[in-house]
């Protein structure tokens, strides 16, 4: 349902929040500005874009150079990325920082293909040559265990690695970039050629997107998860509703979640055009933040008065499990309208799916259904730790079993090395890569023609509880009939 001016009850709450920052040294009384102009009201994107060009407002629309705290680039784009920084700065030039540079192989890692490995080997060079901190290698493919610098997804392991703070400016050469937006800092995807730009001088000419504001009350259902609101909402303003504007997510339905259920939600927004997406920090925000970077930060909120170019209110209590049906994120059904569709696989990872929380929920469903699987289930853990989690972790209210226990039980495929493995295709030796036209129900976040692989294969991207409920069935399904 669209309203005309819902407003967030989390928008104003700098009072109550305890927030990590920079401290300002003492100052003389600030003249008045030479161009007279009136500060005014602004959404918590153009507030990271007005502190980070320097200008005491911004305006939708307007085109600003802002400065960037943190470049992450990959194993497909990182090799072209380097190479137009080489060829338009020089051989010789260096980066502008090279603790800000964050270099994570994930892509197509676990694969005989040559020049998939050579891409990883020239990543390794270029972290060489300009002593990039944060290059998290992998040299032994045989065994990721053996490779403790590898850490797999790199939106996953952005976070997990303290590089997500509120406040801050990350650019990366992948579209999912926006996935960080959950910690309320400006993310989102740039192509080599800007990246290359990013890496000689640390700005950027970007214009400023107006805001839409989605606000999601009411306390989630047992049966609903993260990927069924953004699943939902993608189907509410469809793949172009966002086109180059940034989506907030507030409510007490997101203040409820935790920080790998905001990322899912903001995982997607490019799903529907959307230039980057936006959570309001909390506390549970502080608290995984500062369990992994003793790093300060400042975190932003949106005025009361903010202008947004449209504002969206769901009830998620009302809401029911949906998938989007082949071939766009945006074709959305619900789960028991599609129950006659017969499957030939499950897929359980990716940024977007393969986090501790999408396991564990996974698991939870599994073992109360207590059967085995009907379809091949396939399972890709995002990172090392969340494949560390799967077989150490209990889960909740199962008896002290582990995911890993619960999923061998149920007759799943072992889970594999931690990539993004099958989300995008990849070479042909790819684990779980769709070589045949099959029906696969999948916790990804793309379902185009040849995403997974064959171009005729079919994808429905669904939550992990519809996942598991669907590997069970045999049939996509609604996880209300295990549950």
């Known amino acids: 349902m ?3 001016a ?3 009850s989390n928008v104003q709450r700098r009072s109550s929040l305890k ?4 401290s300002a040294s003492p100052s003389s009384a600030r003249s008045p500005a030479s161009t007279g102009a009136v500060k005014h009201a602004m959404t918590m994107t153009e507030k990271i874009l007005a502190k980070h060009s320097d200008n005491a407002g911004v305006v939708p629309g307007q085109n600003i150079w802002t400065k960037v705290d943190k470049l992450m680039t990959h ?11 080489q060829k338009e700065f020089g051989e010789n030039a260096q980066v502008w920082d090279n603790e800000k540079v964050v270099i994570i192989p994930d892509h197509y890692i676990f694969t005989s293909d040559p020049r998939a490995n050579r891409n990883v080997d020239i990543l390794r060079e270029v972290a060489d040559k300009y002593k990039i901190k944060y290059f998290y290698d992998i040299k032994d493919r045989g065994d990721f265990k053996a490779n403790p610098d590898y850490k797999g997804v790199c939106h996953v392991a952005l976070a997990q690695e303290g590089h997500c703070k509120p406040g801050e400016v990350l650019f990366g050469t992948d579209s999912h970039t926006c996935n ?25 000419l970007i214009k400023v997107p107006p805001t839409m504001r989605f606000l999601m009350d009411g306390q989630m259902p047992d049966y609903l998860l993260a990927k069924d609101l953004i699943l939902h909402i993608i189907g509410e303003i469809t793949v172009s509703g966002g086109t180059y504007k940034a989506m907030e997510f507030c409510g007490s339905a997101i203040e409820g979640m935790n920080m790998e259920e905001r990322m899912t939600i ?21 608290d995984y933040v500062q369990e992994r970077t003793s790093d300060p930060f400042e975190a932003v909120f949106a005025d009361a008065a903010a202008k947004y170019i449209a504002d969206y209110k769901f009830d998620v209590t009302k809401l029911e499990p949906v998938v989007a049906a082949p071939h766009s994120p945006d074709n959305r059904k619900l789960a028991r309208e599609c129950k006659d569709v017969k499957i030939d696989r499950v897929y359980i990872g990716s940024c977007t ?10 698991a939870k469903l599994l073992h109360k259904a207590g059967s085995e699987v009907r379809v091949p289930t396939y399972l890709v853990p995002a990172t090392q730790k969340v494949w560390g989690d799967v077989y150490t972790l209990p889960v909740p209210g199962c008896g002290g079993l582990t995911a890993a226990q619960i999923f061998e039980a149920a007759g799943c495929v072992t889970p594999a090395a931690p990539s993004c493995a099958a989300c995008l295709g990849g070479p042909r030796d790819t684990f779980a890569r769709m070589n045949e036209p ?33 590997a069970l069935k045999g049939f996509v399904c609604d996880p209300r009939e295990y549950m």
């Open 75 to 85: 194993d497909v784009c990182g090799p072209g990325t380097f190479g137009i920084f």
């Open 438 to 470: 099959e029906v696969c129900v999948s916790t990804t976040n793309r379902n185009f023609p040849g995403r997974m692989g064959h171009k005729e294969g079919q994808i429905y991207l669904a939550s992990p509880y519809t996942a598991a409920a669907s």
């Open 6 to 8: 819902a407003k967030s």
């Open 2 to 4: 669209k309203t005309s």
């Open 19 to 22: 927030v990590s920052c920079v």
């Open 266 to 286: 903001c995982n997607m927004v490019v799903e529907a055009g959307g230039k980057n997406g936006m959570c309001p920090p909390d506390q549970t925000t502080y």
């Open 353 to 362: 799916g393969g986090k501790t929380e999408d396991f564990m929920a996974a």
């Open 180 to 204: 960080a937006g959950a910690f309320g800092q400006f993310a989102t995807g740039v192509g080599n050629t800007d990246a290359g730009f990013i890496l000689g001088t640390g700005k950027l």
